[in-house]
């Protein structure tokens, strides 16, 4: 007599569904974690240039503010110590004395902090919104932020950034950028 051998099955589990539920998971968290935008300056960087050469220009010392930052985080304009709350109203007055003239020359150094720097732009941007603003009102009799686009592009060619930043690599000045 012959004895039949049993088969022996080993129990699986059913993962027919697993598939699903790590999708619907995936969705679950891509949907519901936030994503953080990085800060930083919106800022237009000049064209790469093949040459080396800087050229030097002569700048009337009445229409040029100074702005350095020193590797230990001070401010000074035109050589003398300032501090950020003082630096709005600088700007503002060159603005308005010397108009589309001016020009705005930062030099900060390598090992500065980028918050300094940071705290130093926006109060640049925060003089030019008060200064295109205050055009605004004098041609349009309407506040900077509400004109069409057409009368915004006008305040901005009557009002222009005129900002060179120069960077100093390895202890000497570079050029304006």
């Not at 630096?87 to 150094?109: F, K, P, T």
């Not at 940071?118 to 009799?141: C, D, G, I, P, V």
């Amino acid at each position: 007599m012959r004895f039949r051998k049993k088969k022996h099955t080993v129990p699986q589990l059913n993962t027919t569904s697993t598939a699903d539920i790590s999708f619907m998971l995936l969705i679950f968290f891509l949907v519901t974690t936030s994503m953080d935008t990085d800060k930083g300056l919106q800022r237009e960087l000049p064209p790469a240039e093949t040459k080396t050469e800087q050229q030097q220009t002569a700048v009337d010392k009445n229409l040029l503010l100074q702005l350095k930052i020193s590797a230990d985080n001070q401010l000074t304009v035109n050589d003398r110590p300032a501090n950020m709350k003082s630096l709005r109203g600088e700007v503002l007055r060159l603005l308005r004395r010397e108009g589309r003239r001016h020009l705005i020359s930062i030099n900060c150094a390598p090992h500065a902090n980028y918050d300094t720097y940071f705290h130093l732009q926006n109060e640049l941007m925060s003089a030019y919104n008060t200064w295109r603003n205050e055009t605004s009102l004098r041609r349009f009799k309407t506040p900077y932020t509400q004109l069409s686009a057409q009368d915004r592009e006008q305040i901005d060619k009557a009002c222009p950034q005129r900002i060179a930043e120069q960077y100093n690599g390895s202890q000497q000045e570079g050029g304006a950028r």
